[in-house]
C-alpha cells in the first residue's frame, strides 16, 4: 500500500488537473493564482482537460498559458471521465484536482502534503478546506454522509467520536472532487472517479472506496481554495442535477456495502427516493385521488403534471437500471479486494440518520423503514445514535447524571443552555459537555445532528425544539410548556428514555 510517509514533501511531484467545460473566463484565474504557487517548478505540471469546450478555450490556452499541457476531449465526458484521464497522462506521483473555478492560495500544496503525512500510514488522499470567492463562507470543512450515500461538505462535531473540528491528518470519509490531492497510483489502482456518475457524489464514492480497499483519506484545513460556488454545474438545470444525485447516491451504496448490508440499506433508499419524488411534487399529487375509495375521478385525461424536480428522482432509478451491468461489475471488484468491514468505516459518516428532505412525513416514513428493515441493527455497535441532552443552569447536576446514565447507549452531548462560559467545550468521560446561548448558531447545529433531543421542563421553552423534526422527550409534566410532537416522560429513570437512544423514532407520537 502506498502512502506519503518517508517521501520528502520537496520531492514529490505533482500534477494538477482542472477540468473545463466552456469556463474559459473562470479557468483564467484559476491558472493565473497557480503561477503564484510556492510549491517547486520544477515538480509541477498542469494539465487542462478541455472537455469539449467551444468558447475558444484550447485555443486561449496555447496563446497565453503554453506551459499547461491540454488533453482536448471532443464531447463532454462529465468530470469524473475528464479528471480520469488527465490522471492517466499525468507524469506526477501524485496528482491534485482542482475545479476550473477554483482559486488556490499559494502555499496549497505544501499544505496539502503537510494534511497527508499527519494521516499516517496509508493515508493517500489529502482534502482542502474550501471556501466561498469572497472567503467568508466555507463550503467544505470536513465530510458526512448518511447511510444512504449522500455526502455533506462538513464534518459532525462536539460529539464523543469527534469533540472537536477535524485537524490535519483527521480522518474524513471523502474529499471534494473539486481540490484535493491523491497519490496517482493508488487513484488508478481503485478505479479513479467512476465515469458512469458523470457528475456530483463521485467523490463520496471514491472515497468509501478508497477506504474499503484499504486506504486513508485525510483532512488537510491549511491548504485553502476560493471557490465560485457552483458556477460550471448551475448552467444545468436543477432537475439534471438532481437526476445524476440520486442516482449516484444509490451507485455508491451498491457498489461499497458489504453483502447483507447492500441489500437493505438499497431497499430503504429506494423507498425513500419514491417517498422524495411525491412529496416534491407538492399538491401536484393527491393521495386521495390514488385510494380506492376516493373520490369521483373527474381527470379525463388520466395525466399528472409533476414538477421536473419530481421526475427527477423516478429518472435516477431508470439511469441506475440503464447502468446497472457496470454498476455490479465494479461491485464485484471492489468487494473481492475488499480489506475494511462496514463496521470499520460507518463511523466516517458522521450523519447517519441525516433526513435528505424536510418535514414531519419525511422523517417518520424514514423511521418505519429503519425499524422494518432493521437498519439501525447495522450501525448500532459503531455509529449509535447521537443523543443531545439539553438543560438549563439548575439542572446541570440532574444533565449530568443522565448524560452518564446514557453514554453506554448513545453518543452523549450535554449542552447547558444560556449559562456561563458559553461557546466552551469539554472532555467528559464518554459524553461532551457544551455551555452554549439559546441563539447560538451552534447549538441549531447539535439539534439538527441528533438522532434525539432529552430535554428538561425547565429548559423546554427552545423556540427551535418547536421547528425541529428531531425526535423530542421531555422529561417533566408538561404543564408549563408543551412541544408538539414531544414525548413526555415522567423521570430519568423512564425506560423510553433509553429506547429512545436506541433505536430511532421509539415513542414519539
Same mark, same amino acid.
Given at each position: 500500500?502506498?502512502?506519503?510517509?518517508?517521501?520528502?514533501?520537496?520531492?514529490?511531484? *505533482?500534477?494538477?488537473?482542472?477540468?473545463?467545460?466552456?469556463?474559459?473566463?473562470?479557468?483564467?484565474?484559476?491558472?493565473?493564482?497557480?503561477?503564484?504557487?510556492?510549491?517547486?517548478?520544477?515538480?509541477?505540471?498542469?494539465?487542462?482537460?478541455?472537455?469539449?469546450?467551444?468558447?475558444?478555450?484550447?485555443?486561449?490556452?496555447?496563446?497565453?498559458?503554453?506551459?499547461?499541457?491540454?488533453?482536448?476531449?471532443?464531447?463532454?465526458?462529465?468530470?469524473?471521465?475528464?479528471?480520469?484521464?488527465?490522471?492517466?497522462?499525468?507524469? =506526477?506521483?501524485?496528482?491534485?484536482?482542482?475545479?476550473?473555478?477554483? *482559486?488556490?492560495?499559494?502555499?496549497?500544496?505544501?499544505?496539502?502534503?503537510?494534511?497527508?503525512?499527519?494521516?499516517?500510514?496509508?493515508?493517500?488522499?489529502?482534502?482542502?478546506?474550501?471556501?466561498?470567492?469572497?472567503?467568508?463562507?466555507?463550503?467544505?470543512? =470536513?465530510?458526512?454522509?448518511?447511510?444512504?450515500?449522500?455526502?455533506?461538505?462538513?464534518?459532525?462535531?462536539?460529539?464523543?467520536?469527534?469533540?472537536?473540528?477535524?485537524?490535519?491528518?483527521?480522518?474524513?470519509?471523502?474529499?471534494?472532487?473539486?481540490?484535493?490531492?491523491?497519490?496517482?497510483?493508488?487513484?488508478?489502482?481503485?478505479?479513479?472517479?467512476?465515469?458512469?456518475?458523470?457528475?456530483?457524489?463521485?467523490?463520496?464514492?471514491?472515497?468509501?472506496?478508497?477506504?474499503?480497499?484499504?486506504?486513508?483519506?485525510?483532512?488537510?484545513?491549511?491548504? *485553502?481554495?476560493?471557490?465560485?460556488?457552483?458556477?460550471?454545474?448551475?448552467?444545468?438545470?436543477?432537475?439534471?442535477?438532481?437526476?445524476?444525485?440520486?442516482?449516484?447516491?444509490?451507485?455508491?451504496?451498491?457498489?461499497?456495502?458489504?453483502?447483507?448490508?447492500?441489500?437493505?440499506?438499497?431497499?430503504?433508499?429506494?423507498?425513500?427516493?419514491?417517498?422524495?419524488?411525491?412529496?416534491?411534487?407538492?399538491?401536484?399529487?393527491?393521495?386521495?385521488?390514488?385510494?380506492?375509495?376516493?373520490?369521483?375521478?373527474?381527470?379525463?385525461?388520466?395525466?399528472?403534471?409533476?414538477?421536473?424536480?419530481?421526475?427527477?428522482?423516478?429518472?435516477?432509478?431508470?439511469?441506475?437500471?440503464?447502468?446497472?451491468?457496470?454498476?455490479?461489475?465494479?461491485?464485484?471488484?471492489?468487494?473481492?479486494?475488499?480489506?475494511?468491514?462496514?463496521?470499520?468505516?460507518?463511523?466516517?459518516? =458522521?450523519?447517519?440518520?441525516?433526513?435528505?428532505?424536510?418535514?414531519?412525513?419525511?422523517?417518520?416514513?424514514?423511521?418505519?423503514?429503519?425499524?422494518?428493515?432493521?437498519?439501525?441493527?447495522?450501525?448500532?455497535?459503531?455509529?449509535?445514535?447521537?443523543?443531545?441532552?439539553?438543560?438549563?443552569?439548575?439542572?446541570?447536576?440532574?444533565?449530568?447524571?443522565?448524560?452518564?446514565?446514557?453514554?453506554?447507549?448513545?453518543?452523549?452531548?450535554?449542552? *447547558?443552555?444560556?449559562?456561563?462560559?458559553?461557546?466552551?467545550?469539554?472532555?467528559?468521560?464518554?459524553?461532551?459537555?457544551?455551555?452554549?446561548?439559546?441563539?447560538?448558531?451552534?447549538?441549531?447545529?447539535?439539534?439538527?445532528?441528533?438522532?434525539?433531543?432529552?430535554?428538561?421542563?425547565?429548559?423546554?421553552?427552545?423556540?427551535?425544539?418547536?421547528?425541529?423534526?428531531?425526535?423530542?422527550?421531555?422529561?417533566?409534566?408538561?404543564?408549563?410548556?408543551?412541544?408538539?410532537?414531544?414525548?413526555?416522560?415522567?423521570?430519568?429513570?423512564?425506560?423510553?428514555?433509553?429506547?429512545?437512544?436506541?433505536?430511532?423514532?421509539?415513542?414519539?407520537?
Amino acid at each position: 500500500m502506498n502512502g506519503s510517509s518517508g517521501e520528502a514533501t520537496e520531492m514529490r511531484s *505533482v500534477s494538477i488537473v482542472i477540468p473545463t467545460f466552456n469556463g474559459l473566463a473562470l479557468l483564467r484565474e484559476c491558472l493565473d493564482a497557480l503561477r503564484r504557487l510556492s510549491y517547486p517548478r520544477d515538480r509541477l505540471e498542469i494539465t487542462v482537460v478541455d472537455n469539449g469546450s467551444t468558447d475558444g478555450t484550447a485555443q486561449a490556452l496555447q496563446r497565453s498559458y503554453p506551459s499547461v499541457k491540454v488533453v482536448r476531449l471532443e464531447t463532454n465526458t462529465g468530470f469524473a471521465t475528464a479528471c480520469n484521464r488527465g490522471a492517466s497522462e499525468a507524469a =506526477g506521483a501524485y496528482v491534485a484536482f482542482l475545479n476550473n473555478d477554483a *482559486v488556490a492560495d499559494s502555499g496549497w500544496i505544501e499544505s496539502l502534503f503537510a494534511g497527508l503525512d499527519a494521516g499516517g500510514a496509508g493515508a493517500v488522499c489529502s482534502a482542502s478546506m474550501i471556501r466561498s470567492k469572497d472567503g467568508q463562507e466555507v463550503e467544505f470543512s =470536513g465530510a458526512s454522509s448518511n447511510l444512504f450515500g449522500a455526502g455533506r461538505p462538513v464534518s459532525v462535531w462536539g460529539w464523543p467520536d469527534m469533540p472537536e473540528p477535524p485537524k490535519a491528518g483527521s480522518s474524513l470519509l471523502f474529499a471534494s472532487g473539486g481540490a484535493m490531492l491523491v497519490h496517482r497510483s493508488s487513484f488508478l489502482k481503485v478505479g479513479g472517479f467512476d465515469p458512469e456518475f458523470f457528475a456530483y457524489f463521485e467523490d463520496v464514492d471514491l472515497g468509501w472506496r478508497l477506504w474499503v480497499l484499504g486506504y486513508k483519506v485525510v483532512y488537510a484545513p491549511d491548504a *485553502v481554495v476560493r471557490h465560485a460556488g457552483g458556477a460550471t454545474g448551475s448552467r444545468s438545470g436543477i432537475h439534471r442535477r438532481y437526476t445524476l444525485w440520486e442516482c449516484n447516491s444509490l451507485a455508491t451504496i451498491l457498489k461499497n456495502y458489504e453483502e447483507g448490508s447492500m441489500e437493505r440499506v438499497l431497499s430503504a433508499a429506494l423507498l425513500l427516493q419514491y417517498k422524495r419524488a411525491l412529496m416534491s411534487a407538492g399538491d401536484a399529487v393527491k393521495s386521495e385521488e390514488y385510494a380506492l375509495a376516493g373520490p369521483r375521478d373527474d381527470n379525463a385525461a388520466n395525466v399528472e403534471r409533476l414538477p421536473k424536480v419530481s421526475v427527477a428522482h423516478l429518472a435516477a432509478i431508470d439511469r441506475l437500471l440503464a447502468r446497472l451491468p457496470h454498476f455490479m461489475e465494479e461491485r464485484r471488484r471492489i468487494q473481492a479486494a475488499r480489506l475494511r468491514s462496514d463496521t470499520e468505516i460507518l463511523p466516517l459518516l =458522521g450523519g447517519a440518520w441525516e433526513p435528505q428532505f424536510a418535514g414531519t412525513e419525511y422523517a417518520d416514513a424514514a423511521r418505519t423503514l429503519a425499524s422494518a428493515l432493521d437498519l439501525y441493527g447495522i450501525t448500532r455497535e459503531v455509529a449509535p445514535n447521537r443523543v443531545l441532552v439539553l438543560v438549563a443552569p439548575a439542572e446541570e447536576g440532574r444533565g449530568e447524571a443522565l448524560a452518564v446514565r446514557l453514554k453506554d447507549d448513545a453518543l452523549v452531548a450535554f449542552a *447547558v443552555i444560556n449559562g456561563e462560559q458559553a461557546g466552551s467545550v469539554e472532555r467528559e468521560d464518554g459524553y461532551t459537555r457544551h455551555r452554549l446561548q439559546a441563539e447560538d448558531p451552534a447549538l441549531r447545529t447539535m439539534v439538527s445532528q441528533a438522532d434525539a433531543v432529552i430535554i428538561f421542563e425547565g429548559a423546554a421553552q427552545l423556540q427551535l425544539l418547536a421547528e425541529t423534526d428531531t425526535p423530542v422527550a421531555v422529561i417533566g409534566t408538561g404543564g408549563a410548556v408543551r412541544l408538539p410532537r414531544a414525548l413526555y416522560v415522567s423521570d430519568m429513570g423512564d425506560a423510553l428514555l433509553v429506547g429512545l437512544c436506541r433505536t430511532p423514532g421509539v415513542g414519539v407520537a
